[in-house]
Nanobody, 128 residues
Framework: DVQLVESGGGSAQAGGALRLSCVASGAIRRRVCMGWFRQAPGQEREGVAGISSDGDTIYYNDNVKGRFTISQNNDNAKNMVFLQMNSLRPEDAAMYYC????????????????????WGQGTQVTVS
């Protein structure tokens, strides 16, 4: 199993920025994809951004393209994935979750929640 811990959430004003971080531990070598998802109250969990472990595949939700950037750092055994969120909008407010997938097909559906088999506890983002 992969254990995921998110950090970096908080409050920001519209137009502001936040940077989310996720530390992965455990069965790291089994990761094929990493993703960020979000879920607002009463809504379905949706994919925000995804990246393959080799960095060759990156996708963004159309609603965040040009504003959010996903990146990762697998150096020095620090297995981390980041989500830089700029130009925040009130509709970006949600609980944000880091996810990891060991499934070979995840690159084909990298923003689909069913492609992922490990999840963090989430970090709250509020935009006013």
């Amino acid at each position: 199993d992969v254990q995921l811990v998110e950090s970096g959430g908080g409050s920001a004003q519209a137009g502001g920025a936040l940077r989310l971080s996720c530390v992965a531990s455990g069965a790291i070598r089994r990761r094929v994809c990493m993703g960020w998802f979000r879920q607002a109250p009463g809504q379905e969990r949706e994919g925000v951004a995804g990246i393959s472990s080799d960095g060759d595949t990156i996708y963004y939700n159309d609603n965040v393209k040009g504003r959010f950037t996903i990146s990762q750092n697998n150096d020095n055994a620090k297995n981390m994935v980041f989500l830089q969120m700029n130009s925040l909008r009130p509709e970006d407010a949600a609980m944000y979750y880091c996810a990891a997938s060991s499934r070979s097909f995840c690159t084909m559906t990298i923003l689909g929640k069913f492609a992922y088999d490990s999840w963090g506890q989430g970090t709250q983002v509020t935009v006013s």
